[in-house]
């Protein structure tokens, strides 16, 4: 039976959650022993290997999602798209191979980088590849909530044994690759046997003739072609583009700063949390209205989603950003006192991060491939002066990882509210409307966030404690102003009115029992 959006929503949300709040052990352990270097140097080279297989799916991924979503029976599709993961996977094996024997191509690609930590980051890099594309398997065949219990167990074990490294102490850089294709191959082992028991018709279709024809090969090549294609000068310039401002850090500023960059990067992701959750599902629910030509359905989606999760992310990124100085000394330690600026800006990058999701999920629904390109491909070649110009120190201002964090934050805003006008336009909604909330939320928000962290400024307080007591107090300011406006989540007063109901009913029913 397949699960609603709503129910799919909640064990996405939950498990995020949970990954959330695990997360803060993560966080304490892993950048503060491996020190600004080593994390810069995991991060650097997971993310040059991160964008090489984005741009080898080049939106295949998307396409497989939306086109397994209406032809669930089609076995030999999943055939198709997990032989082009395998010819892409060796590619990348045989590139890292050969550029080993190159020594100056290895040195000048990854800058005073190990070979073998060079390799272990592309492996992690594939694996992390095959377990999204048995996500979107899940997500597609709507058991969503059976995979996310999964990924809870995951996170679970995950937590637990970084736990038991960091108290050996065996935690460093080599073990920490270790300890992720772990992780992987836990969760894709668990995801394989739901796919199996939940749809092994499909399982044994496969086992029973898994091979393809040259004309079903032309066929799919054709299909995925189609919708891929407009994407791939994107993918091009994300590949380019990506790898560039990572790269322009570690040559100019090196591991330390490209440590701050990324523990400032993680940091802000944790805000990311509620949209992660959603996008996969609402870009489902889009294809599906635009597939029937329910054009108001999109639109009261966009108008019900997009709103309250942008003032979500806010709502935690505000906080974030004044509370930078406390999350430094409980998570990262002194060594990564300077990091503090970068943090502060990084903040706000999930912001507009999720309208950069959500609002994209109408481009790929719609089939707008060609225009979120366009706009893509354009603030990324405007990005390239702006990232020289800010790390270079000889003709630039040598800021650092700081100073690729201002970059990021001032392009993407513009870039996303390009996005934002087109699909406006596209579903009749007004667009200034939707400026005028950006701008409300971010001024309130912080506000708010920055009134209790003078309030509750106490010197003698432990760090953790005025940070736990200033999050408390932040989030029932917060609800107050939320009650008598709910307009600055993107809600309406019945919504509060039916909160309030449920609230009352759970806590009735609970008496009862």
């Not at 996405?12 to 993560?26: C, D, M, P, Y």
Request: proline share 2%.
């Amino acid at each position: 039976m397949e699960d609603s959006l709503k129910r799919r929503y909640f064990f996405k949300l939950s498990s995020n959650l949970i990954g959330f709040a695990l997360g803060f052990v993560t966080m304490g352990i892993v950048p503060r022993t491996l020190g600004p270097a080593g994390y810069g140097d995991y991060s650097f080279l997971t993310n040059f290997f991160q964008r090489i297989t984005g741009f080898l799916d080049t939106g295949v991924s998307q396409a497989f999602y939306n086109k397994i979503s209406h032809r669930r029976q089609d076995y030999k599709i999943v055939l198709f798209y997990f032989g082009y993961l395998s010819l892409a996977s060796t590619s990348i094996l045989l590139f890292v191979i050969v550029s080993r024997s190159a020594a100056s191509l290895k040195s000048w690609l990854w800058p005073e980088q190990q070979f073998i930590f060079i390799f272990a980051a592309a492996i992690l890099s594939i694996a992390g590849w095959y377990q999204q594309a048995l996500s979107k398997m899940a997500d597609a065949y709507a058991l969503t909530a059976k995979a996310e219990i999964a990924q809870i167990w995951q996170k679970i074990f995950s937590t637990l044994l970084i736990v038991l490294m960091f108290y050996f102490s065996c935690l460093n850089l080599g073990s920490y690759f270790i300890y992720n294709y772990a992780i992987i191959l836990f969760l894709v082992l668990w995801w394989l046997d739901i796919l199996r028991k939940s749809f092994g018709l499909l399982f044994e279709s496969i086992k029973s003739d898994w091979h393809l024809t040259g004309m079903e090969i032309r066929g799919y090549t054709r299909e995925f072609y189609s919708y891929c294609s407009p994407l791939f000068v994107l993918a091009l310039g994300g590949l380019v583009l990506g790898i560039f401002d990572r790269w322009i850090l570690q040559r100019y500023a090196g591991s330390v700063q490209q440590g701050f960059f990324a523990f400032s990067y993680q940091l802000g992701a944790a805000c990311f949390i509620f949209t992660v959750s959603m996008t996969p599902l609402i870009t489902r629910d889009f294809s599906i209205s635009f597939a029937k030509k329910d054009m108001e359905g999109m639109a009261r989606a966009f108008r019900r989603y997009i709103p309250l999760f942008y003032a979500i992310s806010a709502f935690l990124c505000c906080f974030l950003s004044v509370q930078a100085g406390n999350i430094i000394s409980i998570f990262g330690g002194k060594s990564y006192a300077q990091a503090l600026l970068a943090i502060q800006i990084m903040a706000f990058y999930p912001i507009h991060q999720t309208y950069g999701q959500l609002s994209g999920a109408v481009f790929y629904a719609t089939g707008q491939t060609r225009l979120y390109r366009n706009i893509g491909l354009l603030f990324g070649i405007i990005g390239i002066p702006l990232t020289i110009f800010l790390l270079n120190p000889t003709f630039g201002i040598n800021a650092g990882a700081a100073g690729l964090a201002v970059k990021m934050v001032v392009l993407q805003f513009i870039a996303v509210n390009i996005q934002l006008y087109f699909n406006a336009r596209l579903l009749k909604l007004p667009f200034l409307k939707y400026i005028a909330h950006q701008v409300l939320s971010i001024g309130v928000l912080f506000s708010l966030s920055l009134l209790c962290a003078i309030l509750i400024n106490i010197a003698t307080l432990n760090t953790l404690i005025r940070f736990l007591s200033e999050g408390i107090l932040y989030a029932l300011l917060v609800g107050i102003v939320v009650y008598f406006w709910p307009a600055l989540f993107g809600m309406k007063s019945e919504d509060i009115f039916n909160l309030k109901k449920s609230a009352r009913n759970y806590i009735l029913k609970r008496s009862v029992k």
